[in-house]
């Protein structure tokens, strides 16, 4: 079952386990990565332990890059409003290999604060992390997020 981005509550998230990037479109619970959760398969604490377990039963959640830049480019003329546009933005990113969670949630719910010891938690830009390829908001050297903002309004 694919979700779609929801502002707040559905999330765009990278992720980085044994050196291999993936999307995912998923509930923002599941990345509260030292609480336990019930919806999340029993999991105590979400680290580089657990993920392997975790990532196979959220595969369905699994999105391309293609998938991604698609949403983007078919709901183009649709986005009426900033709010909108922060829907299709990566929110949070989480890499198991080195341990680091970075989140950039336009809300005051602070991801980076509930993650496991010994991990990095920090509210920051991770956009420079993600691969040149798996950047699915850049087409032919475009920012399709600059192109909206523009046409919004938000940006010159």
């Known amino acids: 079952m694919k979700l779609m981005p929801e502002y707040a509550q559905i999330l765009i998230v990278g992720v980085v386990y044994k050196e291999s990037w993936a999307w995912y479109i998923t509930e923002r619970e599941y990345w509260f990565l030292n609480i336990e959760m019930e919806d999340r398969f029993g999991i105590e604490l979400l680290n580089e332990l657990t993920a392997e377990?975790?990532?196979?039963?959220?595969?369905?959640?699994?999105?391309?890059?293609?998938?991604?830049?698609?949403?983007?480019?078919?709901?183009?003329?649709?986005?009426?409003?900033?709010?909108?546009?922060?829907?299709?933005?990566?929110?949070?990113?989480?890499?198991?290999?080195?341990?680091?969670?970075?989140?950039?949630?336009?809300?005051?719910i602070y991801f980076e604060n509930y993650v496991p010891e010994g991990w990095i938690g920090e509210y920051k830009d991770f956009f420079e992390l993600v691969p040149g390829t798996e950047r699915y908001w850049i087409v032919d050297n475009e920012n399709l997020f600059d192109q909206l903002y523009k046409r919004l309004g938000v940006i010159q």
């Open 53 to 108: 377990y975790f990532l196979h039963k959220i595969e369905e959640y699994k999105v391309s890059t293609i998938q991604l830049t698609s949403m983007i480019v078919e709901l183009n003329d649709v986005f009426q409003n900033y709010d909108e546009v922060l829907e299709f933005l990566p929110t949070i990113y989480v890499d198991f290999d080195k341990r680091e969670l970075f989140s950039l949630f336009p809300e005051p």
